[in-house]
């Protein structure tokens, strides 16, 4: 059960890396892309 406990808490982990990545990375692309599409 403890073990079962454990690997919940690392997969969330994982998501929450995942979801923290990707929202970076989609602020970072807005900044950096952005003004590039105007033109």
Do not use: C, G, W
């Not at 979801?19 to 990375?25: E, P, R, V």
């Amino acid at each position: 059960m403890l073990y079962f406990i454990q690997h919940i808490n690392f997969l969330m982990e994982i998501n929450f890396t995942t979801l923290t990545f990707y929202t970076s990375y989609q602020t970072l692309k807005k900044f950096i892309v952005d003004p590039y599409a105007r033109f």
